[in-house]
């Protein structure tokens, strides 16, 4: 009799942990853009030691040979958990990585410098206060704790390697996602309901489109244009 009882009771256990949820749906598909030329070379004219050491190329329009368009941000809005958390971005080879960085409104961020050479991390918003720091070698990590409160598109440079740029993508919520090389991106975790869908890209702009999540896997996927 007990041991019919404690199967009874490991089925149940076993049973209610792979119930579907609400959040039980998933976003996924490609965005891609009109294939171009191949990223030009970046002239390196500081720090050649550092870096010099392997070729960089420009990464604001990136298109596979398929046009799976990279560094596309999918956000649903009005989905997704609204707690900050913490990202991070490297200083490395005189590039940040990623070069495209999302975050929840009022998330920490850690800078890391892994060049062993001075860098400047400087932001430009508009809705958010800017970040302005001299970042040098030995100052490998520095966290930034301001500056990301408003959803918005900021723009960040290095002043003092003119050609090292990305871009931080402050969001309401957290279902959002950044293309790969192949113009692949997944969001899971997504509460089934209609949303609106914001595609955006430094150079091909932005775009919105109504979707309708239902439970399991769903497909959304756009051609982008100039």
């Not at 500081?46 to 604001?60: F, I, R, W």
């Not at 990202?87 to 975050?103: D, E, R, S, Y």
């Not at 293309?179 to 955006?200: E, L, Q």
Request: glycine share 8%; proline share 4%; charged share 20%.
């Amino acid at each position: 009799m007990r041991n019919a009882i404690l199967t009874f009771m490991i089925i149940t256990v076993i049973v209610f942990f792979n119930l579907p949820t609400a959040d039980a749906a998933t976003l996924k598909g490609v965005i891609s853009a009109k294939a171009g030329a191949a990223p030009a070379k970046v002239n390196i004219t500081k720090d050649q030691a550092v870096c010099g050491k392997n070729p960089l190329y420009k990464e604001s329009l990136m298109v596979s040979s398929s046009g799976g368009l990279k560094n596309a941000v999918v956000e649903i809005v009005g989905a997704g958990k609204t707690e900050p958390g913490t990202a991070t971005i490297i200083q490395k080879g005189c590039n940040f990585t990623p070069h495209v960085l999302t975050v929840t409104a009022e998330s920490v961020l850690v800078v890391k410098n892994e060049d062993g050479i001075s860098h400047n991390f400087h932001t430009f918003g508009f809705e958010n206060d800017p970040v302005n720091f001299s970042q040098p070698g030995t100052m490998k990590v520095k966290k930034v704790d301001e500056g990301f409160e408003e959803p918005e598109v900021i723009k960040v440079q290095c002043d003092i390697h003119e050609w090292m740029n990305a871009w931080i993508v402050v969001t309401a919520g957290s279902a959002v996602g950044v293309t790969g090389a192949d113009g692949a991106f997944s969001i899971r975790n997504v509460k089934p309901g209609k949303y609106k869908v914001k595609v955006w890209h430094e150079k091909l702009g932005e775009v919105e489109k109504d979707v309708t999540v239902k439970e399991g896997d769903n497909s959304f996927n756009l051609k982008m244009v100039k």
